[in-house]
């Protein structure tokens, strides 16, 4: 039920922020990844965002924890209309991700969305263990068998 709320938050709150910048910017967001109304896995550490127009070089990217920490490491990397900026891995919990871009035309606009990144899933910490588990029980399965294959050889045949 938690995850349910945050999720309707977040995407409710995306709306808020993404809806009124795209009706007044001149070129504006087209995707991102992850982007608005996602929910992302824990340890994502990179965004990519792709806008309507080609930009000039200048970029902010700042991608902001629940405490407001800015997570962003360096620039964000800038090649035609698509812009990727690296991050610490985030953890679980809404983000805020705000940006302000230079078109090449001149024109500046900016705006932001929330990202929910939710927990990584429960086996990926222990996906380790899998193999050993695999050896283990093959081994059981072998010694029952070669007891069993040696109980059949020893009885005495009946002639």
């Known amino acids: 039920m ?22 007044q910017a001149h070129s504006g967001l087209s995707r991102a990844d992850p982007g608005p109304g996602e929910t992302a896995q824990a340890g994502v550490d990179r965004i990519e965002m792709d806008f309507a127009g080609d930009l000039a070089g200048s970029a902010k990217v700042e991608v902001r924890d629940s405490a407001g920490t ?29 940006y302000t871009i230079t078109f090449d035309d001149g024109h500046t606009t900016g705006g932001g969305y929330y990202l929910n990144v939710a927990p990584a899933p429960r086996g990926a910490e222990g996906a380790s263990l899998m193999p050993w588990f695999y050896a283990v029980g093959g ?11 040696a109980l059949l050889l020893r009885r005495p045949s009946e002639e």
């Open 2 to 23: 938690r995850r349910l709320l945050s999720t309707t938050l977040g995407t409710a709150l995306t709306a808020l922020l993404v809806l009124p910048g795209h009706a």
């Open 70 to 98: 800015n997570l962003v490491s360096g620039s964000p990397d800038v090649s035609g209309n698509h812009l990727s900026v690296r991050m610490e891995p985030l953890k679980q919990g809404l983000h805020t991700v705000k």
């Open 139 to 149: 081994g059981v399965i072998a010694v029952l068998l070669g007891t069993i294959i």
